[in-house]
């Protein structure tokens, strides 16, 4: 059974950081490209950084220099370091590890980040 668990969310002022996890289970987690996305309320499913099983990143305009995706394949694990948070970065964070070879995708549940004062 495959599961992606994310963790790491939680409330920080504006100008805080966070640091999001997601622990793959039941995939070859090397091979899969590995996504962070994010929705906010009323608004549909963003992309916001991807990295591929050859270490290749790539981030929505929005959070360049700001967030920044990294993997430990020993660990199966996709991080998401977030620094200079705003309020426009509130939302549930989810985690995705797609493979096109092989044509799966696995999503995790999601994670709720509030940027709040």
């Known amino acids: 059974q495959v599961q992606l668990v994310e963790s790491g969310g939680g409330l920080v002022q504006p100008g805080g950081s966070l640091r999001l996890s997601c622990a793959a289970s039941g995939i070859t987690f090397s091979i899969y490209t590995m996504g962070w996305n994010r929705q906010a309320p009323g608004k549909q499913r963003e992309l916001v950084a991807t990295?591929?099983?050859?270490?290749?990143?790539n981030y929505a305009d929005s959070v360049k220099g700001r967030f920044t995706i990294s993997r430990d394949n020993t660990k199966n694990t996709v991080y998401l370091q977030m620094n200079s948070l705003k309020p426009e970065d509130t939302a549930v964070y989810y985690c995705n590890a797609v493979n096109h070879l092989f044509a799966k995708e696995y999503w995790g549940r999601g994670t709720q980040v509030t940027v709040s004062s």
């Open positions: 990295i591929t099983s050859d270490g290749r990143t």
